[in-house]
């Protein structure tokens, strides 16, 4: 799933692209993408796009309004295999993958979905009030204080994984980058919120900041002026994420995982456990006795 440095790298390709320029029309390839029905998709048809915004994982496109009553929005969520592909005018819809194209002057964008269950959804929404409805509300971890994180992060006991990805704590940050964000501030993601210390909850603040901020800027300057055509949660120069038995960059050790139904969390043992292998459902039980509890009981 696209996280906060993919959004704002689509935000960066858009903005010269579509920004001040107007949405001649929408076409859809698949009528289960458009989640709304008021106010109908053909009222933005012709209006200008006036502002692009991130909305948590989701990418908001504001057209220019008559009055404030009829400010009018396009929420775009892309799920976990959704994408834009920029392409010349009129560009024809994917049969397999494509949802829909955004027809400007200057070119079209597609809306594609490589995946068999479609779950990327377009809404149209009237009014600064029901756009708010679509923000899950999490913290903005990139302009929020230390503080204020630390309030989020404690409010309630959780593993520091699922706090970090809970869209209702804090703002885009997804599988993916709580993997690296958790390695750069060398700490388990099973720990309980409620056992950080203040070093260890700055430490992750750092992290949070760093971590996306290095992102953002690294898949900036590697799309440069294109539009990014390999957005992926998955990159051969991440420390741990995708990485299973692959050397950490910072110690060697392989990175180990646990897998929990469809989600597969990476972290390095020696870096971020003090060497504990934390368990994982689908081995320990398969190896029960003969599981190693320590990254140096490994072969």
């Known amino acids: 799933m696209p996280e906060l440095p993919d959004v704002e790298l689509y935000l960066s390709a858009l903005k010269p692209r579509i920004l001040g320029q107007t949405l001649e029309r929408v076409r859809l390839g698949t009528p289960f993408l458009l989640r709304s029905v008021d106010p109908p998709l053909d009222a933005v048809f012709g209006r200008t796009v006036i502002a692009l915004r991130r909305l948590g994982k989701r990418i908001v496109w504001q057209f220019e309004d008559a009055s404030s009553d009829d400010q009018l929005f ?22 397999k993958l494509g949802l829909a ?33 679509h923000d899950p509300g999490g913290l903005d971890v990139m302009t929020a204080g230390e503080a204020a994180f630390a309030t989020a992060l404690r409010a309630e006991s959780h593993t520091l ?18 993997d690296e964000i958790l390695h750069r501030a060398r700490l388990s993601p099973v ?57 950490c960059p910072v110690c060697g050790s392989p990175v180990q995982r646990i897998v929990r139904a469809d989600n597969e969390t990476n972290y390095c043992a020696r ?4 060497g504990r292998l934390l368990a994982d459902r689908a081995l320990s039980r398969l190896l029960k006795e003969s599981w190693p509890k320590n990254i140096d009981e490994l072969g």
């Open 74 to 95: 396009l929420v775009f969520h892309l799920m976990i295999a959704g994408r834009f592909r920029w392409r010349d005018r009129g560009f024809a819809i994917p049969k």
């Open 271 to 274: 870096c971020q456990t003090g």
């Open 191 to 247: 720990k309980l919120t409620t056992h950080l210390s203040d070093e260890e909850t700055a430490r992750l603040f750092d992290a949070c900041r760093a971590t996306l901020a290095d992102w953002i800027d690294r898949l900036r300057s590697e799309a440069g002026a294109a539009f990014p055509e390999g957005v992926t949660a998955f990159r051969a120069d991440m420390a741990v994420h995708g990485r299973y038995g692959k050397p």
């Open 161 to 178: 994984k699922r706090a970090l990805t809970d869209p209702h704590l804090f703002s885009g940050i997804g599988n993916a980058y709580s």
């Open 101 to 133: 194209a955004f027809d400007f002057a200057g070119g079209t964008l597609l809306m594609t979905e490589a995946a068999t269950q479609k779950r990327a959804s377009l809404h149209v929404v009237r009014g600064a009030g029901e756009l708010a409805r």
